[in-house]
């Protein structure tokens, strides 16, 4: 069974940086597409950032474009969101999840990890 993991949440000041982490186990991230979610409180879920399975291919909300970035290290079956210049807007609950497909639905993802709070401070 697929597990997914998030690490290096916190609190961090605006225009700071973070690093979020999404360890996988059970299985390689060869064969899996990768995204990150968030969500607020009061609000929907929403997508944040997303990568192929080839780690060629990548998609971003508009409201991080420029400033987040996703990767991963198949050696060490993870996968990553760099958080740069970070917003008050950006604090939220955040989610890796891993899917079939490429795609900026949640519904195309069956494999979620547990959540991590990132909380931006002005």
């Known amino acids: 069974q697929v597990q997914l993991v998030e690490s290096g949440g916190g609190l961090v000041q605006d225009g700071g940086a973070l690093t979020l982490s999404c360890s996988v186990s059970?299985?390689?991230?060869?064969?899996?597409?990768m995204a990150w979610f968030r969500q607020s409180p009061g609000k929907e879920r929403e997508f944040v950032a997303a990568?192929?399975?080839?780690?060629?291919?990548?998609m971003y909300a508009d409201s991080v474009k420029g400033r987040f970035a996703i990767s991963r290290d198949s050696v060490q079956n993870t996968w990553y969101l760099q958080m740069n210049n970070v917003k008050p807007e950006d604090t939220a609950v955040y989610y890796c999840?891993?899917?079939?497909?490429?795609?900026?639905?949640?519904?195309?993802?069956?494999?979620w990890g547990q959540g991590i709070q990132v909380t931006v401070s002005s």
């Open positions: 999840a891993a899917g079939q497909f490429h795609s900026t639905m949640d519904k195309n993802y069956y494999y």
């Open positions: 990568l192929n399975y080839r780690a060629k291919n990548t």
């Open positions: 059970g299985r390689t991230l060869g064969t899996y597409n």
